[in-house]
């Protein structure tokens, strides 16, 4: 008896969450400008690894309509567009001025990026070392030529 009550509150409070207007309907802002790739391969790569987060060009799951799930979606998409946009890519990176290069560097190199927790439902973004070394070289010669 106790049990059934429980799954019902779970049931119902799952229910009610789905009415909070939070993540629920996703759009994409127009794409604006992207850095001078340095080549294919290193847009490849970050489209691949990055820009599900870090562009305009979000590609959102099923699960990204259901909260509370909707919500974390949400959240990292807009804090990642924020840190850096691909997209937008003329406006302000909320980067400090000569810091951006290294902290890419930095984030895909130890791990950081792409996080360890949207690995196991975006499996494509999993780079190889080697992979990982060209997305760092490439975002370091895209971002030097587009004057970051």
């Known amino acids: 008896m106790v049990y059934r009550a429980v799954v019902g509150i779970i049931v119902a409070a799952g229910g009610l ?8 309907g996703h759009t994409n802002p127009a794409v604006v400008s992207e850095p001078a790739w340095d080549s294919s391969r290193t847009r490849q790569l970050a489209k691949r690894a990055c820009f599900n987060c870090h562009s305009n060009e979000t590609i959102w799951p099923w699960y990204s309509g259901i909260a509370p799930i909707s ?9 990642g567009r ?21 902290k890419v560097e930095d ?15 975006h499996p494509e973004a999993k780079l190889t070392p080697d992979e990982k070394k060209a997305l760092i070289d490439g975002l370091q010669k895209s971002m030097k030529d587009s004057g970051r």
Do not use: C
């Open 71 to 79: 919500w974390l979606t949400e959240r990292d998409v807009k804090g």
């Open 17 to 24: 969450i789905q009415l909070v207007p939070i993540g629920h």
């Open 82 to 102: 924020s840190h850096l946009n691909f997209s937008d890519w003329n406006s302000s990176q909320g980067e400090t001025e000569n810091g951006e290069a290294e």
């Open 107 to 121: 984030r895909v190199r130890t791990g950081a990026m792409p996080p360890w927790f949207y690995l196991p439902m």
